[in-house]
């Protein structure tokens, strides 16, 4: 995480920050569905590598998450409120448990609250930072339950117009960030899904 990402955490959310972080949410969220693309990179600690992968995402207000991811390996992850699924390149689909996969879980929970504009989810869950910048708002994100921080230590986003990116450090301090680019609204629930011919 850069140093100005992490000085979110001096920033303490307070009523003005809170009423602009509102605003924001709400500007976010005027669209049905976002689509667009994706890299995620993990970074292990113990074994001093960054896995990279890339691919398409579709955020629906009604319908969840869908990830598609294209490299290395072909998948699609879908989370609703229903649960997580996956589908292999064979097209079988697996249910996957939240305590399976706890970090992409709350990730993935946090990034639903966010694109429905819930604040108040976010402030049950977290304590929440933010800070003005240069194009738009970083906000930190750090678990209030301790059994949660030892799976996820803190959550920061770049938030301008769309949501451009995501660090999130898990217990053991090692990193996974999501960056999101060529974003695209719609308010029909119908939209294509990324990737389709």
């Excluded at 072909?74 to 448990?97: F, H, K, M, W, Y």
């Excluded at 003005?132 to 301008?160: C, F, H, W």
């Amino acid at each position: 995480m850069s140093l100005s990402m992490a000085a979110v955490f001096d920033h303490p959310v307070n009523a003005t920050s809170k009423q602009e972080l509102s605003s924001v949410l709400l500007q976010m969220t005027r669209h049905d569905v976002v689509t667009g693309d994706f890299k995620q990179t993990k970074s292990i600690k113990k074994l001093n590598r960054d896995f990279v992968s890339t691919g398409t995402f579709r955020i629906s207000k009604t319908s969840g998450i869908v990830w598609k991811t294209q490299k290395p390996f072909p998948s699609e992850l879908t989370v609703s409120d229903a649960g997580i699924s996956e589908r292999n390149v064979n097209g079988q689909v697996r249910v996957i448990s939240s305590n399976d996969n706890p970090v992409f879980a709350q990730f993935s929970k946090t990034i639903q609250a966010v694109f429905s504009g819930n604040l108040s989810e976010l402030e049950t869950n977290f304590n929440i930072f933010c800070e003005k910048t240069s194009n738009g708002y970083t906000v930190g994100l750090v678990p209030r339950e301790k059994a949660v921080q030892k799976v996820i230590a803190n959550i920061v986003m770049d938030v301008s117009e769309n949501l451009e990116k995501v660090v999130i450090t898990d217990g053991e301090g090692s990193p996974v960030v999501y960056e999101f680019s060529n974003q695209k609204t719609s308010d029909k629930n119908s939209a294509e899904q990324p990737g389709a011919p």
